[in-house]
């Protein structure tokens, strides 16, 4: 049991979710600041952004990012 618990725990993966809107100048520095931190633990991860109808060129940003990295998914809430 103590067994399976360990191996569940292993496996586990964290999620970050961020919430964007008109924040196209600091995207990138946020995305690699969240890098450093959570490479540092060893675990897999994932970065979801959600951009909620920015008028900015935040969505461009985000896609750019998206195409360089595999763990990074983006959800554009189109208004």
């Known amino acids: 049991m103590i067994d399976d618990i360990k ?3 292993s496996t586990q993966k964290i999620s970050v979710v961020i ?3 008109n924040e196209e ?3 990138e520095s ?3 600041e969240l890098i450093a931190v959570l490479e540092k633990t060893n675990k ?3 970065l979801i952004y959600v951009d909620d109808c ?3 060129k935040s969505l461009n ?3 750019r990012i998206f195409k360089k990295c595999d763990n990074v998914q983006v959800i ?3 208004g």
Do not use: F, G
């Open 7 to 9: 191996a569940a725990m």
């Open 30 to 32: 946020l995305h690699e």
């Open 44 to 46: 897999k991860y994932e």
């Open 19 to 21: 919430p964007v809107y």
């Open 61 to 63: 940003v985000l896609n």
């Open 76 to 78: 554009s809430l189109l």
């Open 54 to 56: 920015s008028q900015d």
């Open 25 to 27: 100048r600091v995207i």
